[in-house]
């Protein structure tokens, strides 16, 4: 899937080899996404399919521990330095009422920068709807 390159060569650290791994290890729930440098891995994402409700801002507080997580898209973005969670609602489609979480965090030896997190994960889920993940209607 495509995502913004310039904020995501603001959380990868200078290396000279990345490789991507991706796996799906709860099939129809939960796909993941890892990435790393020079054989360290900085970046993971993880796109999950939830029972409705929890708002991005909570999940950033109490799965990820973020204090006051910046929020966007009437809360259904948060994000900080080192974290940036959506959740994208699906309603009426094939699978019924749904919401998908996505989450992309920065692990060290990255960089963590608030502002190329929010680009990253307002890119990622702009890209991420355009694949209409919802069915055929939501």
């Known amino acids: 899937m495509s995502v913004p390159a310039p904020a995501l060569s603001q959380l990868l650290p200078v290396g000279k080899r990345l490789t991507v791994d991706e796996a799906?290890?709860?099939?129809d729930?939960?796909?993941?996404?890892?990435?790393s440098v020079d054989g360290d891995m900085v970046l993971s994402l993880e796109q999950e399919?939830?029972?409705?409700?929890?708002?991005?801002?909570d999940i950033a507080?109490?799965?990820?521990?973020?204090?006051?997580?910046?929020?966007?898209e009437q809360r259904?973005?948060?994000?900080?330095?080192?974290?940036?969670?959506?959740?994208?609602?699906?309603?009426?489609?094939e699978s019924g009422d749904e919401d998908?979480?996505?989450?992309v965090r920065v692990l060290k030896p990255a960089h963590q920068k608030e502002s190329a997190m929010k680009d990253?994960?307002?890119g990622y889920t702009s890209a991420f709807k355009k694949q209409q993940p919802c069915g055929k209607s939501s």
Do not use: E, M, W
């Not at 948060?78 to 969670?85: E, F, H, M, Q, T």
């Not at 998908?100 to 989450?103: A, E, H, K, R, S």
């Open 120 to 122: 990253l994960i307002l």
């Open 61 to 72: 507080r109490d799965r990820f521990g973020v204090n006051q997580p910046k929020s966007a």
């Open 29 to 35: 729930a939960l796909t993941t996404c890892k990435a």
């Open 49 to 57: 399919h939830r029972d409705v409700g929890a708002s991005a801002y």
């Open 76 to 93: 259904s973005v948060a994000y900080s330095d080192r974290v940036g969670i959506s959740v994208v609602k699906c309603r009426g489609g």
């Open 100 to 103: 998908i979480t996505i989450v």
């Open 24 to 27: 799906t290890p709860v099939p």
